[in-house]
């Protein structure tokens, strides 16, 4: 599948491109990885974009387009892992599991380095019912590429994701970031949280943490990984 810049023309974006946001360890404060973010030198954010996207039919392509200017943006200056974000109708696409493949030959020292955050979006609700999603995702896996469920405890459906899909990594919704130093309750679910993820071997990231003392509670609280403006911006590589 041949996609270029231009393909997105009609949408009003042009000069398609990535920013980074490092992933920190809290517990010795080492980079863990980058996600990546879609930006273009329209006026329209990334939502809108994509949402652009769906209505002219072109989201499967611009979602592999973005997949695959971040795998090689980001294996000419990193090491650590990448978090990608993609939509699941993308990952049940029929051309999806050859253009994994093709990445994978394209670029070996990709192979074990990017995770495939699996975006939330209202449209796609559904989707995460449909069986064949899990087998994709367990067929992905088993090719060595991890998955993250993004948004855990935005609401009770997510909470059954992370069950039902067993991701490596679920990023917890900022919600719980913003004020746990200050917050009895959400300290107790993040908690909870941890103490499961930590049990079932997976990596819980607290996204959108902004200051000193929710960072510090984070740490406190045995969150494997942080993200946030006061640990690193998202900038142009």
């Known amino acids: 599948m041949k996609i270029s810049n231009n393909t997105f023309e009609p949408l009003g974006l042009s000069g398609i491109h990535h920013v980074f946001q490092p992933l920190w360890t809290l517990e010795n404060w080492s980079l863990s990885g980058y996600e990546c973010f879609l930006?273009?030198?329209?006026?329209?954010?990334?939502?809108?974009?994509?949402?652009?996207?769906?209505?002219?039919?072109?989201l499967f392509q611009l979602d592999i387009y973005s997949?695959?200017?971040?795998?090689?943006?980001?294996?000419?200056?990193?090491?650590?892992?990448?978090f990608i974000n993609i939509f699941p109708s993308t990952i049940l696409h029929e051309e999806f599991p050859l253009i994994i493949n093709d990445l994978l030959n394209t670029h070996p020292k990709a192979v074990g380095r990017f995770i495939l955050e699996l975006n939330e979006s209202i449209e796609e609700e559904q989707i995460w019912l449909i069986p064949a999603l899990k087998e994709k995702i367990s067929w992905l896996q088993d090719q060595g590429i991890s998955i993250a469920i993004d948004d855990v405890g935005k609401g009770a459906a997510s909470l059954q994701k992370m069950v039902e899909f067993q991701p490596s990594f679920v990023k917890l919704d900022r919600y719980f970031s913003q004020g746990l130093s200050e917050s009895r309750r959400k300290q107790k679910i993040v908690s909870l949280l941890s103490a499961y993820c930590s049990e079932e071997n997976i990596a819980l990231v607290l996204e959108g943490i902004e200051t000193?003392?929710?960072?510090?509670?984070?740490?406190?609280?045995?969150?494997s990984l942080g993200q946030g403006y006061i640990i690193g911006k998202p900038t142009r590589i």
Not at 212 to 223: E, N, R
């Open 67 to 82: 997949l695959k200017k971040a795998i090689e943006e980001y294996v000419k200056f990193s090491q650590v892992p990448l």
């Open 212 to 223: 000193p003392s929710d960072l510090a509670c984070a740490k406190a609280l045995k969150i």
């Open 39 to 58: 930006r273009s030198n329209s006026t329209l954010n990334p939502e809108e974009i994509f949402s652009e996207a769906r209505k002219n039919g072109c």
